[in-house]
């Protein structure tokens, strides 16, 4: 399903650039990168290690900021749905990520002394405020369990990631990500820690995600993953080569 | 809410904030310790300084002052009077049998109202007990045993008399005696086990050591000696006269158990010439008639001159510690002075003079200077205990830095840079409440058993910290009071979370996307 052509965008990055100084020395990882998103959209973004592909997912997601516009390099912007996450608050960023998106890391990034139903909950603590979670509990609850169901880790609810295998652990990360109901799931490298059997299942996972109107941006340097995608944004040494 | 969860997460699966709690244990309860130690021995201390001076005196030292029964008649009838009672004090010298002087301060006591306005009855020592003292496992004292003995004792330290076998007859005969502190003699030398024995070693003529009796109350006598004051402050010759030792008192304040004798009112009102006495004419004459014969005219009586006492000691009817009752008490007594000095203006002194003093203010110079001590001794302490500010600092920097993938995951899912500098403060007020709770566990078992402990030590180290021959109190004081102990415990939690904050702070300003990258 290609939504392009249907939906308007629900991100759109423009003249994007990060440098980062290193010392004295000024790096720049991306250099004025353009790139839209529609809802309902799974895009991945392509390229080689040190493409600065990682670094457009950190910027897209408010993780990190970009290098504000200048007279030098023209104006720059990262626009969710009409909000430009350049110019917002620490706070507003802190939302954002609360409620609008959700992370997957390529190695997992679950909290070792959670349980795997705890994992899931923080996220969604994160975006309630403590009476509100207090007394929704149950149903928060029940909304981590049944998509632990969903990706296959029902019987797994109590078990620490420690006592989890690899694929298991990204299925929970995905949980983790999805609880909130973000309207963005952004994913670096989601199958690039795993066997290519491991990979292919969270794949299929991501594809049913997309399939059921999650919009994604997938970050991989694997063409067969970003074969799965609806539009390749190829990245190289910062700047985007090819995107359709 | 996630605050919690990981607070609780990481209390319960991690050692090292376990030593940041144990640090805080440690130090909170040494400081509940040595408060309560030091609380203990102020509030015996304040105990043993008021037992012997009721709540109020009305005091005109020296000269004393005339018609005190009037104005105890008149106390009394105050609501808030318990009882009154008049005593003399003065400086004098007591002749001891072993031939020694030593200078003392004479109290004369009206015994039985004495004791309804002061403890006096509670202080004296020799009086039959059932009960040996806790450190007393033989069973050594002596006045677990013989109790007629002890109880003839107590009943004449009581109304300041001995009871002495009669030359005939069996009913004994009662002579005025005297009352003495447990250390004004000198024979008394505590026992560690908490007693005065009753004996002392003593070099015999042939150069040998013999055990001897001690105990005046049985067959002691003393000189006392005093220096009389006419109503204007004039000293006249002084005074001696010999007294069987009816009892020694044990106040618990080494200054009065060392320097106070006490007598009869009316023996030493005689002794001071401040009983009551008639006032009579200076001019007397002897005339020879017209057959030669010689005929003397007495002195005219011209009326009499009233008993005086130097104080009048009241005793409130609601007991309490807190300076404001007794505060209260002065009050009323001022009035009702004010107007006993108007109805004898002229022959009792003004009431702008008089002095009226609480039982604090009598001991305000002790009580201040423990007060003042154990401010100093808890400063002390308490600036050790921040050592326990930077155990937690140093732990929980180690930790922060050992869970940076977890702030930056934190961060990812929608933390903000106060939500994680909260998780670390949550955890470090846990850390803080349970270190102060076990704390005060550890403190608490201290504190009730402490002569336990200190019985232990001695028996199995011979390491005697509190050693009452030394100490004047036979028992390690301690008050465990709830607002100190809550003010220590609020203070460790307070610690741990001071500590907590630099590393909490520096959690929350980590970048999230270098905290998932740390390795």
């Given amino acids: ?244 | 809410m996630y605050q919690f969860l990981l607070t609780h997460r990481y209390l319960t699966s991690k050692v090292m904030p376990l030593l940041a709690a144990l640090a805080v244990a440690l130090c909170t309860a040494m400081v509940i310790i040595v408060w309560s130690v030091m609380g203990g021995f102020l509030v015996m201390l304040i105990n043993s300084g008021r037992t012997l001076v009721g709540d109020v005196t009305v005091s005109w030292p020296i000269t004393g002052f005339a018609h005190y029964e009037e104005l105890i008649k008149r106390l009394e009838a105050d609501p808030d009077v318990a009882a009154a009672t008049p005593t003399i004090e003065t400086y004098g010298l007591i002749g001891l049998p072993d031939g020694r002087t030593e200078t003392v301060m004479i109290k004369g006591v009206d015994g039985p109202s004495y004791t309804l306005v002061t403890d006096f009855a509670d202080t004296l020592y020799w009086k039959p007990i059932d009960t040996p003292h806790p450190k007393d496992v033989h069973k050594d004292d002596p006045r677990l045993s013989n109790h007629t003995l002890w109880k003839f004792a107590f009943e004449g330290g009581k109304r300041l008399v001995r009871f002495e076998k009669p030359e005939r007859g069996n009913v004994a005969v009662e002579k005025p005696g005297v009352v003495l502190g447990v250390s004004v003699s000198g024979f008394n030398i505590r026992e560690r086990w908490g007693f005065y024995p009753g004996q002392a070693r003593a070099r015999q003529p042939d150069g040998t050591l013999k055990m001897v009796p001690t105990i005046l109350p049985v067959d002691g006598n003393v000189t006392i000696n005093v220096l009389p004051m006419d109503s204007k402050g004039r000293a006249v010759d002084m005074v001696a006269r010999s007294f069987p030792v009816a009892n020694e008192f044990h106040s618990g304040l080494y200054e009065i158990d060392h320097k106070t004798v006490f007598l009869q009112l009316g023996a030493l009102q005689e002794m001071l010439k401040m009983n009551r006495a008639q006032k009579v004419s200076t001019t007397s004459a002897v005339t020879v008639n017209e057959r030669g014969e010689e005929s003397f005219t007495a002195p005219t009586v011209l009326g009499e001159d009233p008993a005086r006492v130097t104080n009048v000691l009241v005793r409130g009817k609601t007991q309490s510690f807190e300076s404001a009752a007794a505060d209260r008490l002065a009050d009323k007594v001022a009035a009702i002075y004010r107007q006993f000095a108007k109805d004898f203006e002229g022959q009792v002194p003004p009431s702008t003079s008089i002095r009226i003093l609480t039982w604090e203010d009598q001991n305000r110079t002790m009580i201040n200077a423990v007060r003042k001590e154990t401010a100093l001794v808890l400063f002390i302490f308490s600036f050790v205990s921040m050592t326990a500010v930077f155990l937690v600092l140093a732990i929980f920097w180690a930790m922060v830095s050992e869970k940076t993938k977890d702030i930056g995951i934190l961060r990812a899912i929608g933390a903000s840079r106060a939500g994680v500098a909260g998780t670390w403060l949550l955890y470090g007020a846990a850390i803080g409440l349970l270190g102060a709770v076990v704390g005060f566990g550890i403190a608490y078992g201290v504190v009730t058993n402490i002569n336990a402990i200190h019985e232990w030590l001695g028996e199995k180290l011979g390491l005697y910290i509190w050693d009452p021959k030394i100490y004047y109190f036979s028992r390690i004081p301690s008050d465990l009071n709830a607002r100190h102990v809550a003010i220590v415990l609020a203070g460790g939690v307070l610690a741990s979370c001071v500590g907590a904050l630099w590393p909490a702070l520096r959690a929350a300003r980590m970048s999230p996307v270098r905290a998932l990258r740390f390795e």
């Fill in chain 1, 1 to 244: 399903m290609n939504a392009t052509a249907t939906n308007p965008a629900v991100l759109r990055a423009t003249n994007v650039r990060k440098t980062y100084q290193l010392g004295r020395l000024r790096v720049p990882v991306l250099r004025g990168v353009n790139i839209d998103v529609a809802r309902g959209e799974f895009v991945a973004i392509l390229g080689a290690s040190g493409s600065g592909k990682s670094t457009l997912l950190h910027l897209l997601g408010g993780l990190d900021a970009a290098d504000k516009a200048s007279a030098a390099t023209g104006p720059a912007a990262i626009e969710f749905e009409g909000t430009d996450l350049i110019r917002l608050s620490a706070g507003r960023l802190d939302e954002y990520r609360r409620r609008r998106v959700g992370f997957v890391f390529q190695f997992y990034h679950l909290l070792p002394e959670l349980t795997v139903l705890q994992n899931v909950t923080i996220a969604a603590m994160t975006a309630m405020g403590k009476l509100e979670y207090w007394s929704k509990r149950r149903e928060v609850r029940a909304e981590a369990s049944s998509l632990l169901e969903r990706v296959g880790l029902g019987h797994r609810l109590l078990h620490r990631p420690a006592e989890l295998s690899g694929g298991e652990r990204q299925r929970v990360a995905i949980a983790r990500a999805l609880v909130n109901k973000p309207d963005l799931l952004l994913a670096d490298e989601p199958t690039g820690n795993l066997d290519r059997v491991t990979g292919a299942s969270i794949l299929d996972l991501f594809t049913d995600l997309h399939t059921s109107g999650q919009t994604m941006v997938v970050v991989t340097h694997d063409e067969a993953t970003a074969a799965r995608a609806d539009r390749v944004v190829r990245l190289v040494d910062g700047a985007v080569q090819s995107d359709r």
